[in-house]
Nanobody, 115 residues
Framework: QVQLVESGGGLVQAGGSLRLSCAAS????????MGWYRQAPGKQRELVAS???????NYLDSVKGRFTISTDNGKRTVYLAMNSLKPEDTAVYYC?????????WGQGTQVTVSS
């Protein structure tokens, strides 16, 4: 059974920083990509950043230059470093891991940015 455990969310003032972590455990093989999504109240879930097994990254335009996605050497943990946070970044952030057979989602972690 695969589990994704997220941490690092919280309340921060505009301009501040947070670092999210998502650790994968269990029978997880052939990871193709890992990513972070977010969902604000009343809005659809959107892709924030992703990284594939070749190290190629992709970012939502509004977070480029402020957020950085990375993985650990074992590629079982994915991080999202968020700098210069804005109130519009407020959302529940979810990690997603894609293997060759299926995708897995974390439980979500709340990020709140106050103005």
């Amino acid at each position: 059974q695969v589990q994704l455990v997220e941490s690092g969310g919280g309340l921060v003032q505009a301009g501040g920083s947070l670092r999210l972590s998502c650790a994968a455990s269990g029978s997880l093989f052939s990871i193709r990509a890992m990513g972070w999504y977010r969902q604000a109240p009343g809005k659809q879930r959107e892709l924030v950043a992703s990284i594939n097994n070749g190290g190629t990254t992709n970012y939502l335009d509004s977070v480029k230059g402020r957020f950085t996605i990375s993985t650990d050497n074992g590629k079982r943990t994915v991080y999202l470093a968020m700098n210069s946070l804005k109130p519009e970044d407020t959302a529940v952030y979810y990690c997603k891991v894609e293997s060759t057979s299926r995708s897995y989602w974390g439980q979500g972690t709340q990020v709140t940015v106050s103005s």
